[in-house]
């Protein structure tokens, strides 16, 4: 399908932004300005970010503990998100969650989650409002490889094919859950071959094209509007940076990461624009500098942004 330059420039500027979001987070722990851990998703910019701009708006997402491309594809204020990474009371959660619990739920984003497979029966909840509001919406439920060997993926996936819930599980399959590669955790090599015990359509894609991964949530996303039930999309793709921090990544080596940097999906976007001339070098260069200066526009907000009173320590707590 042919593309408009409007959504080639909103992708490479997006996964510009996710990059430098992440980038600086990096930045931020090695500087001992943040506490806490964050799980970065470099290189991941494709299946994070470039998914969610198939999404039409008022649709839902569900996020994992990786989620700041998804959630920067989503169209979440990287100043808010900043600042709630930085535990600022400008944040979205007003400082309290961190990176892994950003979330704006009133505008469909339910939210990033520390459970691993915590996601996708949150998801088929809201699928299941959608269906019996009749709200024409789609939820879009990101998971890792490792969060498939979860039961709550497998209730997941037969409830909402028995249901025909308007819902795509997007699978971002990085070949490892923490230091277990997922050869050492299923004895399948496709995880959308398990779309097959639910008989719902599954799909795997290559996680690092961004055109494919547009190209292919934009359909599943219309097969589930449509009220055809689920459909489960596995993106395979690739972290360069350790789990989380301080994974000292005995696991893998060096040839593997530069194998996989050679698979950039950024960089691989910028090819497509050079080649099919879309835009000048210039006005590529352009974007990223834009991108890079939201990102550091952002950080200057959430310093300025104070820290939670002490005596909001019991405000939005539910249990
Ligand atoms: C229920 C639960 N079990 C274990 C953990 C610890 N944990 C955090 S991330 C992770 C690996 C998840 O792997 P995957 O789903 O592939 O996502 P990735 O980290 O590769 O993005 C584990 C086991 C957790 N947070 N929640
Ligand atoms: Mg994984």
């Not at 993926?153 to 490892?176: C, G, K, Q, R």
């Amino acid at each position: 399908m042919e593309l408009s330059e409007e959504i080639l420039l909103r992708m490479y500027y997006k996964m510009n932004q996710a990059r430098f979001f992440e980038e600086k987070v990096d930045y931020l722990f090695s500087k001992g300005l943040v506490h806490g851990t964050a799980h970065l998703s470099i290189g991941q910019e494709a299946s994070g970010v470039i998914s969610c701009l198939a999404l039409e708006k008022g649709d839902l997402v569900s996020m994992t503990h990786r989620g700041h491309a998804q959630a920067i594809g989503f169209g979440l204020d990287v100043n808010l998100m900043m600042a709630e990474f930085m535990g600022r009371a400008r944040g979205y959660c007003k400082g309290k969650g961190g990176s892994m619990h950003i979330a704006d739920v009133q505008n469909g984003n339910i939210g990033a989650n520390g459970v691993v497979g915590g996601g996708f029966n949150l998801s088929c909840g809201a699928a299941l409002t959608q269906k019996y509001k009749k709200t024409g919406k789609v939820v879009l439920c990101f998971a890792g490889d490792g969060a498939t060997n979860q039961g709550s993926f497998h209730e997941s996936l037969n409830l909402a094919a028995v249901w025909n819930l308007p819902i795509v599980f997007l699978i971002e399959n990085n070949l490892y859950g923490m230091s277990s590669p997922i050869s050492k955790n299923m004895n399948i090599e496709n995880i959308s071959e398990r779309s097959g015990s639910y008989d719902i359509p599954g799909l795997t894609i290559d996680g690092n094209d961004p055109i494919e991964v547009y190209n292919t949530v934009l359909k599943a996303l219309r097969y589930a509007r449509a009220g055809r039930g689920p459909v489960l999309v596995e993106a395979k793709t690739y972290r360069y940076n350790g789990h989380s921090k301080g994974d000292a990544q005995v696991y893998r080596n060096e040839e593997e990461i530069a194998e996989w940097r050679e698979k950039d999906p950024i960089l691989r976007l910028k090819k497509y624009l050079q080649e099919n001339r879309v835009f000048t070098d210039k006005q590529i260069q352009t974007m990223a500098n834009e991108a890079h200066k939201s990102i550091e526009t952002a950080l200057k907000f959430a310093m300025e942004s104070p820290e939670p009173e002490i005596t909001s320590v019991l405000e939005d707590v539910y249990a």
